[in-house]
């Protein structure tokens, strides 16, 4: 963790605008190098930085080369930048937050969770969206409901840094991935950088009104939206406009891309200009945490300046499904669930989607998906979900009856796991699922 003279947690101001929420870590890095290297700090020495230890209150200083400037050390990072490497992009939604790493007055988890997988040997950035309901275990906490965002929530009670750490431990041991580095911002980051570069342009697909949650209110089509506006059209998911757009997070996490890829260009544009530049910096320096350097932030962005950014959404609006409280020894320190709408993503799907980018496994602690072969399942209602089924393996059986709607799934007190795999199959993303003490093996699927 780096710390200035006061010994606080250090915030990166030179670079601030590469890494807000925007989450294009790197893109456009050569405008801030330039802005470093030619201003009034790329020449100036430093003699030492200091480093602490937070777990272990030590203090130590590392000093500089003789005559090493902010340019020369930047330098020094390009030079060991030639691996891929991961960064976790955090978004705090705390409600009046006094800084990235606040509790604010309310909320304080990890809103938007993005993994930025920077490989400058193929001058690709991988956007790896997380989807922040994931239900995950989390056996040491007594947290009722146990979902990735809250890892961040926990830190924070604990001490600043602590937040991005757990989160940053939970969303490794979720992908697979090895994560060494954090950057945090919170809401009012995201609406000063879309301020900060003029607004953006972004298509509005379909009607979006949602006054109890989000607050946004947009027409469909092609408009400028200011910081507010931008930031309320990112965080929409429950869309009370009577069309299906943006009903639910995975549609969220699209958005997200898509704002993140307009900012990008923004940016870019902006780095151009000196003077735009200075005002990012001067508008954005309190809106962000990290633990990269300064050094490291520029030479990253340096680094990887002009690569294409692609995109990843780990699951998907099938994983989602509501699940009512039950008994689930490991979950927490509880061993208790209690009921919400939970992201229940498979690890085996996650481990082969990021294998190619060095995961070495996915786990979200919960008993593993059993197969379609070794379930039971009974189908009232809906013939066509016994098709889907059957189709997948299940050991099925259809019993008849009328069509209900929203479907409901029923599993034996104790086996949740293969209500998880038989919900997952049918991918309705609202179905119920409930533990039934009138079973005694087998699923019972309504619907």
């Known amino acids: 963790m780096f710390y200035g003279e006061a010994n606080t947690l250090r915030r990166k101001k030179l670079i601030a605008w590469v890494t807000s929420l925007v989450g294009v870590v790197v893109i ?91 490989d400058p040997t193929t001058h690709t950035v991988t956007l790896i969206s997380v989807p922040r309901d994931t239900l995950i275990a989390m056996p040491q ?56 570069v003029g607004g953006i342009q972004v298509n509005v697909p379909a009607r979006l009104y949602d006054p109890a949650h989000s607050g946004v209110n947009l027409q469909p089509g092609l408009q400028k939206l200011n910081g507010e506006q931008a930031l309320a059209y990112v965080r929409v998911r429950q869309n009370a406009a009577g069309n299906s757009y943006r009903t639910n997070d995975f549609q969220r996490q699209q958005a997200e891309i898509q704002v993140l890829q307009i900012m990008k260009h923004k940016l870019i544009d902006s780095a151009t200009n000196p003077i735009k530049l200075y005002q990012l910096v001067k508008l954005w320096h309190k809106d962000v945490a990290t633990n990269l350097s300064t050094e490291q932030l520029v030479g990253l962005g340096m680094a990887a300046s002009g690569s294409s950014v692609k995109q990843i959404i780990l699951g998907s609006d099938r994983d989602s499904m509501d699940l009512a409280g039950t008994a689930l020894p490991g979950v927490n320190k509880q061993g208790h669930l209690t009921g919400a709408y939970y992201d229940v993503l498979d690890p085996a799907n996650i481990y ?16 593993p ?37 929203r479907v409901t799934i029923y599993y034996p007190p104790g086996q949740i796991e293969m209500a998880w795999a038989v919900g997952r199959t049918l991918g309705t993303g609202n179905a119920w699922v409930a533990p039934n003490a009138n079973l005694s093996s087998g699923i019972v699927v309504y619907g």
């Not at 989607?353 to 996915?362: H, M, N």
């Not at 098709?387 to 709607?405: D, E, M």
């Open 28 to 118: 456009g890095g050569v405008g801030a190098g330039l802005l470093v290297l030619r201003g009034p700090l790329g020449n100036q020495p430093n003699a030492e930085s200091v480093t602490k230890t937070a777990s272990q209150g030590t203090t130590t200083k590392t000093a500089k080369a003789p005559g090493s400037t902010l340019s020369q050390r930047i330098g020094q990072n390009l030079l060991h930048i030639n691996q891929p490497m991961n960064i976790l992009l955090i978004a705090n939604n705390a409600r009046n937050a006094t800084s990235p790493l606040s509790l604010g007055t309310a909320a304080g988890q990890a809103d938007i969770i993005l993994i930025a997988h920077v």
């Open 141 to 196: 906490y007594n947290i009722s409901i146990p979902k990735i965002k809250s890892a961040f929530n926990i830190g924070l009670n604990v001490a600043p840094e602590k937040g991005p750490e757990l989160e940053m431990k939970a969303v490794s041991k979720l992908t697979g991935l090895p994560i060494k580095y954090w950057i945090v911002t919170d809401f009012q980051g995201f609406v000063d950088a879309v301020n900060a």
């Open 352 to 367: 082969q989607t990021l294998k190619p980018f060095g995961s070495t496994g996915s786990s979200t602690g919960l008993p």
């Open 369 to 405: 998906l059993p197969l379609p072969e070794n379930i039971n399942v009974t189908v009232y209602g809906s013939q066509s979900y016994y098709n889907v089924l059957k189709q997948a393996g299940y050991n099925v059986t259809f019993a008849g009856g009328q069509a209900s709607g």
